[in-house]
């Protein structure tokens, strides 16, 4: 069935260097990815999207990586802060099904002070 | 910055009793969406509205949970009777629809007993 995908549950990393999570996708009818932020407590936050006619797309901090030959999602946060620290999750939205949006599990990223 | 409001934060009710979420969305907003999430794992979709219609039910367990959105604004998401496997976090989104990210609110961390 469809899925999204993490690579990896956690990750760590020091205070100032770049982070990469990654997500795979299963549903090659998707066009529409979004990433998103969700601290404890707290709902998700949209983070950045991208769409599938492009390949890269840049934020404040943030690039979402988007290769479609291999079905794969990344998102690259650039100097990591403390404030980074959370669960992000990937989501993928079918240009069928009425626009449902599909997450996955989430990769909690930890910042090391 | 707008916000999602939902109400109450936190719930905690016996299992067989009724217990009853509140969704404000974004003004202007015509999808809202209620979504579960449980304890480590990516949201998942209960229902889809566009304006005050239903759109996608198709995850909702029907026997026990209702959704309704009568004027097209404030939405309530409704269990009766509560189980034990309902313990989740209750995340109400909404959306100007389409190819959009969703604004999400804080949630309603439910607790059945």
């Known amino acids: 069935g469809e899925s999204v995908g993490l690579h990896l549950p956690t990750l760590s990393v020091q205070e100032g260097d770049n982070s990469i999570i990654n997500c795979a996708y299963s549903n090659s009818a998707s066009d529409y990815f979004i990433w998103y932020k969700q601290e404890s407590g707290k709902g998700p936050q949209f983070i950045i999207d991208?769409?599938?006619?492009?390949d890269k797309r840049q934020g404040q901090r943030v690039t979402v990586l988007l290769n479609k030959t291999v079905k794969h999602l990344s998102l690259q946060i650039a100097a990591t802060q403390p404030g980074d620290s959370a669960v992000y999750f990937c989501a993928e939205k079918p240009y069928t099904g009425g626009f449902k949006t599909i997450f996955g599990a989430g990769t909690r990223l930890f910042v090391k002070a | 910055e707008a916000e999602v409001a939902q109400s109450p934060r936190y719930k905690i009710t016996e299992k067989s009793q009724a217990v009853a979420f509140w969704c404000d969305p974004i003004s202007g907003h015509a999808t809202l969406y209620w979504y579960r999430q449980i304890l480590g794992q990516g949201p998942e979709l209960l229902v889809q509205f566009q304006d005050e219609s239903v759109v996608d039910d198709s995850q909702l367990p029907k026997d026990r949970f209702s959704a309704e959105r009568l004027k097209g604004v404030d939405s309530t998401l409704k269990i009766q009777p509560a189980e034990l496997g309902d313990s989740a976090m209750y995340l109400c989104?909404?959306?100007?629809?389409?190819?959009?990210?969703?604004?999400f609110g804080s949630g309603t961390r439910l607790t059945v007993v």
């Open positions: 989104a909404s959306s100007i629809g389409g190819r959009h990210g969703y604004t």
């Open positions: 991208i769409r599938s006619n492009m």
